[in-house]
């Protein structure tokens, strides 16, 4: 074989992979059309299909539960900078 033609398909192999690599982390970040007022700030299994959720949207902090078929919202913080603790004190929301 020609080593011209072997070394310039290597090149191409390796553009074509590297440009996967770059596509794939794209897709797994969300880098395409992502929602900047939306973060998901904690998450707690409750069994094998369920969980609590706690996303931030805008300057909201919303629980949501999930299964595996369905969504439901369980409560919304319209100030979460304002937490009451259970001595009476005010403290932010990640906070010990």
């Known amino acids: 074989m020609d080593p011209v033609r072997y070394i310039s398909g290597l090149l191409v192999v390796g553009l074509l992979l590297g440009l996967m690599v770059w ?3 794209k897709l797994r970040r ?6 900047k007022h939306l973060e998901v700030l904690s998450v707690v299994g409750l069994g094998p299909r369920e969980k609590l959720v706690v ?6 902090e919303v629980l949501i539960g999930v299964t595996a078929h ?21 403290e932010g929301p990640h906070e010990s």
């Open 70 to 90: 369905s969504i439901n919202r369980l409560s919304v913080y319209e100030n979460p900078t304002d937490v009451p603790t259970a001595n009476g004190t005010q």
């Open 23 to 25: 596509v794939l982390r």
């Open 30 to 35: 969300g880098g395409y059309g992502t929602a």
């Open 55 to 60: 996303i931030k949207f805008r300057e909201r």
